[in-house]
Each structure stands twice: as C-alpha cells, then as structure tokens.
C-alpha cells in the first residue's frame, strides 16, 4: 500500500440541493495513469472539484499522501502535492509563457530533482519557441500544455487533468498523451476525466467507469476496450 497516492472512499457532492455524487470510491497509485470515464454529466468533473477542494464534500473522504484532506482549502491540498488541471485551463492571458510557469513554481519534496522551465522546454517543445510570448495569443491547444507545464512547476506527486483531449486538433492531442506518457515515467499519478475512448487507451492503465454520479465499472484499459458490454452501457451516446 506505499504506492497509494489518493484513496477516494463514499464521496458526495453536490451543487445547491443537486446531489451530483452518491459515494464514488477510487484509488490511484503512484506512476498510474487512470481515466476517470463517463458521458457527459456523467460526474466527472464534479469528482476533480470535489477532490481538489474547490467543491465541499458533503460525505465521504479523500486522503492524499497519507493525509485526510478532506475539505481542505484548495491551495492546501496543491501545496500537498496534488495538482489540478482544469478543462478551462485558467493561465494567466497577461502573462508570458515563462511568467506564468513562474506563477506556478513550488519547491520539490522527498529529494527529488524539481521541474524547472528548462526540465519543461525539453517536455513541451512547443512552449520552448513561444517563451516571451503571451497567453493571450496562444492557441487553445497550447494553453492546454501551458496549464500542464505550470502545474508540473508545483512539483506535484499526482495531477488531476479535467477532459485534456477535448476540442483540440489531433497533433496536439498526440502531443498531450506524450506528455502524460512523460509524467508517468516520471512517477507521477495522474487521474484524467476523459470520454475519448482512444485518448484513454493510449495513454491509461485503468479505466474507471461513473454514470449518474456512481462507480459502475472499474478495471484495466485492456478489459474495457474488450468488453463491448460494459461500452455500450454506459459510454455509447
């Protein structure tokens, strides 16, 4: 059990008197790649903010790096070391690419070589060339993979990405599987909400299943892209 990153067990959450969640229980595991999966509405989203602190739970509990951080404030919970990436990316318009890794920098724990701009130009090619550059003439794709780059400057033992495939073109959706590829080299957990059945299997080792704010399937990428079943239920629209 030392490589249990985050351990999910009976969480609800909800906005106003909508229950959205009825006590999703998950687990991620350092250096795996999970993809949280469902239809639109499915709760996936709603998972990442309620875990990442920016939506209250009303029951359950989420412990992270051994802690119980349950309903911790969110800049807690990213200074414990879990990072999040949410689907409207949130990066700084004003801003340089390099300015806004600068926003994001945290010092590195358990003795491990920190991420730095450098470490990040090498990872993201594309952010390299555009440096100086603002934000705000970035394209969609490449603010995608800034958000990332700043995130990976917090030093981050997991990371939340919320639906990092959707909208963009196809060459940045290879490059962003080769960066979630990359930080799983690196042993870093990553949880990504995902409904592109091929963005998943390229990149994930488990594929957990949500409909209706519950866990209804949970196993290997491999079973579920072999079980036409289980795809048809609950992921076909």
Known sequence: MDD????????????????????????LRRGEVAALMGRNGAGKSTTMKAIMGMLPPRAGRIRFAGADITGWAPY??????????????????????????????????GGRAPWTPERLWSFFPNLAEMRGRRASAMSGGEQQMLTIARTLMGNPDAVLLDEPSEGLAPVIVEQMAEAVLRMKEEGIAVLLSEQSLDFAAAVADRAIVIERGEIRWNG??????????????????
């Open 4 to 27: 249990l990153v985050l351990d999910v067990t009976g969480l609800k959450a909800g906005y106003g008197p909508a229950e959205i969640l009825f006590g999703v229980d998950l687990t």
């Open 76 to 109: 807690r919970i990213a200074r414990a070391g879990l990072g999040y990436v949410p689907e409207d990316r949130r990066i700084f318009t004003d801003l340089t690419v390099a300015e806004n890794l600068e926003v994001g920098r945290r010092p590195a724990r």
């Open 220 to 237: 290997t990428m491999e079973a579920l892209e072999n079980d036409e079943q289980v795809r048809a239920t609950w992921l076909t629209v």
